[in-house]
Structures are given as structure tokens and as C-alpha cells.
């Protein structure tokens, strides 16, 4: 089902039209607002008349997340704090969060993206959307909740947690739209098993999943287990959040909201912008945003665009399925992650040393992260006790900052691998791709 | 009359207790006793060896976590109650013993027990005054 005819199967040279002019207008407002961007682009010798054609956005230098730490908490806003209705964040690389900010415009933009994502899943109004995102400052929750009532439907923010009183209410409630990580997808099914529920007692016919990577085998597996249709989607709090992106039932490349957002794909490396069909890192630049926009914010995700029209019949830009990072971040159970995050906690703490690494595994159905420790030498002991109470400590600080549990293992000194350059801290062993 | 025990940490991973014996043995170094306590992820090996100094210079040498721990080693005779009269002695003063492994001297036909005890000067005082024969490092590393 299309949501918005119109724009999603408007012919392409349409669409560039409405994306020139929103890239003019966003450009000028960046460079009237925000006080990095007018520095930036006074730089690069460029101003709000530097935007000619929609190619012109090469010249324009990237956003990076960093940039919006070192602006914490709101200096890339580019309205007053009076037009701010809503404040969402996202972890940062090294504890401190990453802010966005929506203004009714925003949260309206943000709710008609949703919308088209979930009826691209086939959402109507007689449907009901089983909300299971975090609702919170994570944009999961509240982003799939706006749109599934801009579409009419019924929204159960059930949120995440208390598996088996979930399995309970999509059998009493009659849930027919699944809204959840994939990973805890496929752990509802494992717990509607266990209770005996069938899936011939559920309503469900197809579900939204997003917010981590997944493999095309994980969704047979989702699709198989719930008997469902299962859609990726995929958003980011710096860009708008989920909606940014999303299949349709042909399941051939995520739809790209492009009347609200530029997308590009370049080298990682040289910054050069690569063609379609091209593996390399997304870029989005957002053109209706009022609150945060973003020029050519690098989302360090890997992937290829298409421009190809789809069976389905949309126009839109697609994008493949995110492959990789182009850096270190993992993402747990939906959670961003930084390996930075774990050595500050671990700076802190007495007794360990800066080495650590993680090891992220797929065991059952959830992500498990566990965390290897060094044990320093000066705080070993020939105590059990103090070693277990050591683990727990760490345990509890890096939980408090990731807000994910984690297993903390202590392990001798000097056998996590040192490296000249880039300490290998991560093995990621869930088969993703 | 403390008596020196050597901890070192182990991750549970296989071969690493024979890591530390190989090296112990490759430097003649005698192992006197051995225990371990473990848990799901590491274990703690506590030995009492023949040279502890030589021994523990070895053992960082060659990148094993060690620590030095001061316990308690008594001698008693091989038979029913000894241990039972020295921790009902411990227990009437209050001191708690943390862990305790023994073993056997066949040669006197005695027993010795290691206890880790908190207080292990004022557990030293009281064996002694119970007229409990205890092993200093001397004589316990050298048996």
C-alpha cells in the first residue's frame, strides 16, 4: 500500500525540483542559524547562493557526529527553544549524548515518514500496531507510535520488556502489525512457543524491524516462525529517526524518504560522492528539517543507492540493506554502542587496565556483548570474593552508562592482543550479512 | 611463624595450569601444595612451594598474575580430631578461617593444614598458646 501517491511515484524531475528548492531553503537557514555552519561554509567560501543545482551539494563539507557532540546539547538548533516541542538523544561516542530537536513541523514531517513506512508494510486503519520500540529519548517508540496513528490505526505502546504479558495482549488485543527489533522478534516468537500460543491464535500479518542489522536469513526465520511478512526499516536520530528509509512488500532496497531527504553515498575514505549501485558510506542531507538540520551528516553506515522506479511503483531512491559500519559502533539489542564508551568507564576504575575487548554474540535470540578485562596486578587478590565483587563493579558502571546488560569476564594481563595502531577491541561473531 | 602462600590467576582456558607448572618445574621450583578455587569464568591457584621469592620473580617473568599471601600452616597428627581440636580453638576466639586446604607429610606421618585466617597474627598467638605446632616459612617451604 503507498501512502502518499503523489509524492512516492512522482516522476523523478518532479522530485528533484521540490529537493532543489528545499536544499536552497535549508542551506540558507543553516548559514543564517547556526553558528558552526556559518563558519564552515564561510570557510569553504560558500554561502546560501553557492546551491545552484542539486549537484552543487558536492562542495559542501560534512556533518559529523562529533559535531553534534561538541555542540551539546543544542547548539546546532537552527530555531529558538519556543519552537522546540520535542528533544530526543542517542548515546554518543564518549558518554555524552547526541541531542535532536523537532518542532511541530518536525514531529508532523517525522509522522507522515512513518506513515508511509508502515503502510508500506500494509498498515490501515483497521489495523492494530504493536508497538514494542523503547519508548523514550531512543526515537523508536514515539516515531512508530506518530505514524501509525497518522495512518488511523490502533497503537498499543506496549514498549519493550515483559515478553510473555506481550504475547498475552497480541493474543487479547489482536495485534496485526509487529513494530520491534528484529532480534526481539524472533525472541517473542521463541516465548510464544514456549507459552503454546500458535501462531494460528495471533492476528499478526506482517511486522516493521529495524534499529540493529539483520541478515536476510534472520527474516526468513522471523517470517517462518511468526508467519508474517517482515519489513527493514531504518532511521537515525540525527537525520529524523526511523522513517527514513523503509521496504516495501517487494523487498528489493528500502524506499528513501527523498522529498525530505538528500541522500548520497560516498568513499569513506576520499569523501568522493560514488554512483549508483556503489558500496560506500550513506550520507543524508535533510531539506525540510527545521529544528536539526543536517548538511551532508555522515551516518557511518554502509550501503549502495539505487534510482531505478520499483515494481511497487514508487520512484523514490532506494538503498540496500546496511552492511557494515565504518566505524567502531556496534549495535546491541538497538542500542548504539561505542567502544569508547566502555575504556572511559573502565579509565575509571581501579584496578583495570586500559585493555579490554568485546566479544558480540547472537546466542539464542539476543545479542549478547560480553566485556574482557585485564586484571591489574595490584589488585589481584587470592580472594574469589573480591575478584566477583571487582566483576560486578564493572559490570554495574559500563551498564549504567550503555543502559544494556553486559557480561564482564576478567581475563590475565597482557593476553588481549596489542596492536601498533588500532587495538582490535572488537570481534563481532553474529553473522550479519 | 606466617608461612607465604603464592596466588596466581587463572582464566578458565585450557592449558594455563600446566603453563604455570612447566615454568615452576623448568626452574626447579617445588610445589608443596596446590589448590584452586574457581568460579564459571577464572580460577585462583594457591600453592605453597619450596622457594616462594624465586618463584613468584618466575612467575611475573613470565606474565602470570601472581600475589603473595601470608597463611597460616599448622602440623598435626594424622589421625581422627586433629583438625576438629584446632578449629573449635579458632572458632572459641572468634576467628574465621577464609579457606583451608592440607596435605599430608608421610614421611613424619603428620598432616598440615593452610589456613587463610583475616587476623593471622592473633590466630598465630592463640594456636601457639593452644600448644598447636605451627610451620613457619622456613620449615614449611623447606619440608
Redesign the interface.
Known amino acids: 500500500m503507498i501512502w502518499n501517491k503523489e509524492i512516492e511515484t512522482m516522476p523523478r524531475e518532479q522530485l528533484e525540483v521540490l529537493q532543489l528548492e528545499g536544499l536552497r531553503s535549508t542551506v540558507k537557514r543553516v548559514y543564517e542559524n547556526v553558528p558552526m555552519y556559518k563558519k564552515r561554509f564561510d570557510e569553504a567560501g560558500l554561502g546560501p547562493d553557492s546551491i545552484k543545482t542539486l549537484d552543487d551539494l558536492q562542495k559542501f563539507p560534512f556533518t559529523l557526529k562529533t559535531d553534534l557532540r561538541d555542540n551539546y546539547p543544542f547548539g546546532i538548533f537552527a530555531v529558538p527553544m519556543k519552537d522546540i516541542v520535542r528533544l530526543h538523544a542517542s548515546s554518543g561516542t564518549t558518554g555524552k549524548s547526541t541531542v535532536v530537536g523537532y518542532t511541530k513541523n518536525d514531529i508532523d514531517i517525522w509522522a507522515e515518514l512513518m506513515a508511509r513506512t508502515l503502510s508500506a508494510a500494509g498498515a490501515t486503519s483497521d489495523d492494530v500496531v504493536h508497538n514494542a520500540y523503547g519508548y523514550g529519548l531512543f526515537t523508536g517508540g514515539l516515531g512508530v507510535h506518530y505514524g501509525a496513528e497518522r495512518v488511523g490505526a490502533s497503537v498499543i505502546p506496549v514498549s519493550g520488556g515483559n515478553t510473555k504479558r506481550q504475547i498475552t495482549i497480541m493474543q487479547d488485543f489482536g495485534s496485526t502489525i509487529l513494530a520491534c527489533t528484529p532480534s526481539y522478534a524472533l525472541y517473542l516468537a521463541e516465548v510464544a512457543k514456549e507459552m503454546g500460543v500458535k501462531n494460528s491464535e495471533l492476528k499478526l500479518k506482517a511486522g516493521v524491524f529495524g534499529a540493529e542489522p539483520w541478515s536476510n536469513s534472520m527474516r526468513k526465520d522471523i517470517e517462518e516462525r511468526l508467519g508474517i511478512l517482515a519489513i527493514d526499516i531504518y532511521g537515525l536520530s540525527e537525520i529524523i529517526g526511523p522513517g527514513v528509509a523503509y521496504e516495501c512488500p517487494e523487498k528489493d532496497g528500502l524506499h528513501i524518504g527523498e522529498d525530505h531527504f538528500i541522500v548520497e553515498v560516498i568513499d569513506p575514505d576520499t569523501g568522493k560522492r560514488l554512483p549508483p549501485g556503489e558500496k560506500g558510506e550513506l550520507v543524508f542531507t535533510t531539506i525540510t528539517k527545521e529544528a536539526t538540520p543536517v548538511i551532508r551528516y555522515r551516518t557511518r553506515d554502509i550501503s549502495a543507492i539505487n534510482f531505478e522506479r520499483c515494481a511497487c511503483g514508487r520512484t523514490t531512491a532506494r538503498m540496500d540493506r546496511v552492511t557494515g559500519r565504518t566505524d567502531d559502533m556496534l549495535i546491541i539489542r538497538g542500542v548504539n554502542v561505542f567502544p569508547s564508551q566502555i575504556e572511559s568507564v573502565l579509565m575509571k576504575i581501579e584496578g583495570t587496565e586500559p585493555h579490554y575487548q568485546l566479544i558480540v554474540d547472537r546466542t539464542g535470540k539476543l545479542d549478547i556483548l560480553e566485556v574482557q578485562v585485564e ?1 591489574n ?1 595490584r589488585f ?5 570474593r573480591q ?2 565483587d571487582f566483576e560486578r563493579k564493572v559490570k554495574g558502571e559500563i551498564e549504567s552508562v550503555l543502559n544494556i546488560s553486559v557480561d564482564v ?7 588481549i592482543q596489542r596492536s601498533e595502531g588500532k587495538a582490535k577491541r572488537v570481534i563481532d561473531r553474529r553473522n550479519l550479512n | 611463624m606466617k608461612a607465604t ?1 603464592l ?1 596466581v ?3 578458565n582456558k585450557q592449558g ?1 595450569l600446566a603453563d604455570v607448572t612447566r615454568v615452576l618445574a623448568e626452574n626447579d621450583i617445588n610445589i608443596r601444595a596446590l589448590f584452586i ?1 574457581d ?1 564459571s ?2 580460577g ?1 591457584l ?1 600453592m605453597i612451594v619450596d622457594k616462594p621469592r624465586k618463584a613468584i620473580d618466575i612467575l611475573k617473568e613470565n ?5 603473595e ?1 601470608d597463611v597460616v600452616a599448622v602440623e598435626l597428627l594424622d589421625k581422627p580430631g586433629s583438625l576438629a581440636k584446632i578449629l573449635s580453638v579458632l572458632n572459641d576466639n572468634s576467628l574465621n578461617i ?1 579457606y583451608l586446604y592440607c596435605f599430608l607429610d608421610t614421611e613424619r606421618n603428620a598432616a598440615v593444614d593452610i589456613m ?1 585466617i583475616e587476623d593471622a597474627s592473633r590466630a598465630i598467638d592463640i594456636l601457639q598458646g593452644a600448644g598447636v605446632k605451627l610451620l613457619g616459612g622456613d620449615d614449611l617451604h623447606e619440608l
Not at chain 2, 63 to 67: I, Y
Request: hydrophobic share 35%; proline share 3%.
Open positions: 586484571v596486578e589481584f587478590s587470592d580472594r574469589v575478584l566477583e569476564k576478567l581475563v590475565e594481563p597482557k593476553t | 602462600q596466588s590467576f587463572l582464566e594455563r578455587a568460579t569464568d577464572f585462583i594457591r606474565q602470570f598474575t601472581v600475589s599471601t577464609e587463610r
